[in-house]
């Protein structure tokens, strides 16, 4: 099967995009040709939200996903049903549209942790995006870290209006400069031929395939809610966006 076509990937703001079904899979899962919808991947949740057929009825969208190899390999992305949904049929053509608000905080997030990392400049070792919130991991041999010292200056970084944005390099650029991998526990996503980086301008460059906001202040204020020594070596890092 072919890869779907990723609009997000381009306009991470785009919250709708005409589609059509090419296949409903063996556990329900809902294949469209193109989607705005961003598959669960690299410490980011799918998104969720709703497919809407020509007549006006409507598919609550769960979660996303990547394929199976029996759904076509990872480039497929897969659509996920919440329960007793309309079934669709191969060749429906369809609006499919995002739960904005949710996405934007994710994005919102995804972007401040990029920040946290350059706050501290520790290999991280895990990480997870959530909805309002999130948390990276450090590799730090001393404990020490203060939350209110590491908030104020994720909050400067982010009131300092730098610009975001993305490009993208060969796989073999990408092993020719090894620092710009900062985690330890997630691979980039290589194996295609080419990387997609995120820069934040004059702060943070590193590969990573997740949805950003197109400027650091569209954060907003931010807490680090907690930080958790995880292991000899692990400190966990928290935040949250004020609002929640």
């Not at 497919?51 to 990547?66: F, Y």
Request: with cysteine; charged share 25%.
């Amino acid at each position: 099967m072919a890869a779907t076509e990723t609009v997000f990937r381009d306009d991470p703001y785009a919250r709708t995009c005409e589609a059509t079904v090419l296949v409903v899979n063996d556990l329900g899962g809902i294949v469209l040709d193109r989607t705005v919808f961003y598959p669960t991947g690299g410490g980011q949740p799918g998104d969720s939200g709703i497919l809407r057929t020509l007549d006006g009825q409507t598919v609550n969208i769960a979660t996303t996903v990547k394929g199976r190899e029996e759904d076509g390999g990872p480039d497929v992305i897969i659509h996920v049903p919440a329960e007793r949904q309309l079934a669709l049929a191969a060749g429906t053509t369809l609006t499919a549209e995002i739960d904005w608000e949710r996405r934007h905080r994710l994005m919102r997030v995804h972007t401040c942790l990029h920040l946290l990392s350059a706050v501290l400049g520790y290999p991280v070792t895990g990480g997870q995006v959530n909805d309002g919130k999130g948390r990276l991991d450090f590799s730090i041999p001393e404990g020490g870290l203060d939350k209110e010292a590491i908030a104020a200056q994720l909050n400067d970084l982010i009131s300092g209006d730098h610009p975001v944005s993305h490009d993208w390099i060969t796989d073999d650029e990408l092993v020719a400069q090894p620092d710009l991998v900062k985690t330890m526990s997630v691979k980039p996503p290589s194996g295609a031929g080419r990387v997609r980086l995120i820069r934040i301008e004059g702060l943070d460059l590193q590969p990573c395939g997740g949805t950003h906001v197109a400027n650091t202040s569209e954060i907003g204020p931010v807490t680090v809610t907690k930080i958790e020594s995880k292991g000899r070596q692990n400190r966990r890092v928290a935040i949250a966006l004020n609002e929640q």
